[in-house]
């Protein structure tokens, strides 16, 4: 049954994905597969919006009040043509309904004004962060867990940490490319005690590691920095670039912003399109496929990965999305084109642990949906993740998965610029207590779904669960007060004793001017690892400012407006 469901799953990746590739490619510009409202952006490249922008929280809540039913929340980023589309739609449903959505008008309206720009060489902003954390900071998501996390894997630790960076957009045709860089500064840390590292060591099946202090980090980093064509529908894109596979507002659990965006060659359907005649009940369409290469990787060095995802809105209020990706090549596992064929093609596993020519990677699978509540549409969402190891989908075995539940309340009643979200990511799968050698880890790739040491996925971590819920109340477009609080625990079958973090936190974001914001987040957290040594605790904070000026430097001949 799971191989003929591994079998199915590939099939409806390749036909689904491979049509919609080919009719977007080949689709004239007014043809029937695109809309009306969706031509403005078939001819030119755009860049992607970043996925810290506030634009993915506005779009977000215009789609839960029923305003984009098009919107496909599981493959991100957007390029800006898309959220330019979505603004579009949201702008459409609300002349039709009148005014019954609160602050959606002003919302559009912010919208329309962000994502209005330049063509040419523009800079997008400077900003400058700085920050302490007092006390004792966990560092390591692969292994304990993180104090600030979903954060493009910055280096940080006790003391003062700080940066400092710049984003320049660039597009022109179908060409377009995007710089961030930014300087970095964290503290020097201690190495850990013989006993950490011995732990280490057992549970991850490698050598004891020396017991050097870990530098202090002062360098230039490139962070999202790409290049890109567009060709007819599909945006193809090289370089350093963040993914966020998943409809939750804490990391996904396959791909997500809380690692250094990786390296890779990406190809994706820059807006959802129908394909024609039997295929249109599948609703609309959105795909990527994406090979890349990962860093920081121990015992099995030079790394590789292959994903793919597709999503599908069956009906305005339904999405579901697939996902299959996999850790393959390296040092003893050879790059060949064989090698890659067998990793898309084989259902088993011949030499699973091994080296050589015939191990398949290390395969894994994704599945996503979300839904607007029937009786409460514009109320109520829920949503769900959810990824698996050695197995061809979470379907195929759900108690052997991990999940990320979740469910997004948009208004409460009486106070309709209040919201809340609620999650629960777990790695620990409900069929049994695996430790830490399953979910996110690998007998042939020692360093897991990790991208310079940090989770590709969510920082939950290996074998643990969390609790984690988020109120905002939106002031303004622009300007919201958010304030959370999480509890996880760690399997006590991964660490000696398990382990508890819990935290609360705030973050207000404030559009002081027209071009310029702040950023202040604090948090208290207390973390007991009997693993690390007796429960710790830690007070920390950063403060942002970000100028956005949308200054043309190159160019800047034509404006887009809605």
């Given at each position: 049954m799971i191989q003929l469901l591994s079998h199915a799953r590939r099939a409806l990746h390749a036909t689904a994905l491979l049509a919609a590739l080919a009719l977007s490619l080949h689709a004239a510009p007014g043809g029937e597969s695109v809309a009306p409202e969706r031509r403005e952006s078939?001819?030119?490249?755009?860049?992607?919006?970043?996925?810290?922008?506030?634009?993915?929280?506005?779009?977000?809540?215009?789609?839960?009040?029923?305003?984009?039913?098009?919107?496909?929340?599981?493959?991100?980023?957007?390029?800006?043509?898309?959220?330019?589309r979505q603004t579009v739609e949201a702008q459409k449903a609300l002349d039709t309904a009148g005014e019954p959505y609160g602050p959606a008008r002003e919302i559009v309206t912010a919208l329309q004004r962000e994502l209005s720009g330049d063509d040419g060489v523009v800079l997008e902003s400077l900003y400058t962060r700085n920050g302490f954390i007092a006390g004792p900071a966990l560092t390591d998501s692969f292994h304990f867990g993180q104090t600030w996390s979903n954060d493009v894997g910055?280096?940080?630790?006790?003391?003062?940490?700080?940066?400092?960076?710049?984003?320049?957009?660039?597009?022109?045709?179908?060409?377009?490319?995007?710089?961030?860089?930014?300087?970095?500064?964290?503290?020097?840390?201690?190495?850990?005690?013989?006993?950490?590292?011995?732990?280490?060591?057992?549970?991850?099946?490698?050598?004891?590691?020396?017991?050097?202090?870990?530098?202090?980090?002062?360098?230039?980093?490139?962070?999202?920095?790409?290049?890109?064509?567009?060709?007819?529908?599909?945006?193809?894109?090289?370089?350093?670039?963040?993914?966020?596979?998943?409809?939750?507002?804490d990391a996904p659990l396959s791909f997500s912003n809380n690692a250094e965006p990786t390296k890779n060659l990406k190809a994706s359907l820059a807006e959802p399109i129908r394909l024609p005649g039997v295929f249109s009940h599948l609703g609309e369409i959105r795909g990527e496929v994406v090979i890349g290469k990962l860093g920081g990787h121990a015992y099995t060095w030079r790394t590789w990965f292959s994903a793919q995802k597709i999503s599908f809105k069956l009906t305005e209020n339904l999405e579901m999305g697939f996902t299959r990706w996999s850790i393959l090549w390296g040092v003893g596992h050879p790059m060949t084109v064989g090698s890659f064929l067998r990793n898309l093609t084989s259902t088993s596993s011949p030499n699973a642990g091994g080296v050589g020519r015939a191990d398949p990677g290390d395969r894994k699978g994704g599945f996503d949906f979300r839904y607007r509540v029937p009786g409460l549409r514009n109320w109520l969402t829920l949503y769900a993740d959810s990824y698996c190891?050695?197995?061809?989908?979470?379907?195929?075995?759900p108690r052997r998965a991990a999940?990320?539940?979740g469910l997004y309340l948009t208004h409460v009643p009486g106070v309709p610029k209040l919201d809340l979200r609620v999650e629960s990511p777990s790695t620990t799968p409900m069929s049994g207590d695996y430790g830490g050698l399953f979910i996110y880890d690998n007998i042939s790739y020692l360093s897991g779904n990790t991208n310079y040491g940090t989770l590709l996925g969510n920082a939950v971590g290996r074998d643990g669960r969390a609790y984690r819920a988020t109120s905002a109340y939106h002031f303004a477009s622009r300007t919201n007060l958010e304030v959370g609080f999480s509890h996880a625990t760690i399997g006590g079958a991964f660490l000696p004793g398990g382990g508890s973090r819990t935290d609360a936190n705030a973050r207000a974001s404030i559009l002081m001017f027209r071009n310029w914001t702040a950023d202040i987040f604090v948090q208290r957290e207390r973390f007991n690892i009997p693993a690390l040594d007796s429960a710790r605790r830690n007070v920390s904070g950063w403060a942002q400012i970000t100028w956005t000026p949308n200054l043309p430097v190159v160019g800047g001949g034509r404006k887009t407006h809605q």
């Open positions: 078939k001819a030119g490249g755009a860049v992607y919006v970043p996925l810290e922008s506030w634009v993915y929280t506005a779009l977000d809540r215009l789609a839960a009040l029923g305003l984009v039913p098009s919107q496909i929340s599981g493959l991100r980023p957007w390029t800006r043509a898309e959220c330019r910055r280096p940080f630790g006790r003391g003062w940490n700080s940066y400092q960076g710049f984003t320049v957009r660039a597009q022109t045709g179908r060409f377009f490319a995007y710089v961030q860089g930014e300087s970095q500064h964290a503290p020097a840390a201690e190495a850990y005690p013989f006993a950490v590292r011995e732990t280490v060591s057992r549970i991850d099946g490698i050598p004891l590691q020396p017991g050097n202090p870990v530098a202090a980090t002062d360098r230039f980093r490139l962070l999202d920095s790409y290049v890109g064509v567009r060709l007819g529908g599909i945006e193809v894109s090289a370089g350093k670039q963040s993914l966020w596979w998943g409809p939750s507002h190891d050695d197995d061809p989908s979470p379907l195929a075995a999940i990320l539940p």
